[in-house]
């Protein structure tokens, strides 16, 4: 499993990759890069939450394995 830094960077990498099209193509109109915008958000969301989920189901585990070990 990656590891926490690993796991944030990816989501962060992903989010970044997103704004810069939306950002840098020349062909989308002002309403479709509002619309992309709100989209973002959603995906912000979706994706740092996936990331701390893990993180933290990570983290539940090994204080279990702790606990028995």
Request: no cysteine; net charge negative; proline share 0%.
């Amino acid at each position: 499993m990656k590891d926490k830094a690993a796991l944030y960077n990816e989501a962060l990498d992903a989010i970044r990759a997103q704004i810069n099209r939306i950002t840098y193509s020349n062909h989308l109109s002002h309403t479709e890069r509002l619309n992309m915008l709100d989209n973002l958000e959603i995906d912000i969301n979706r994706k740092l939450g996936w990331a701390k989920t893990t993180f933290s189901y990570n983290e539940k585990n090994r204080d279990h394995d702790d606990v028995v070990a």
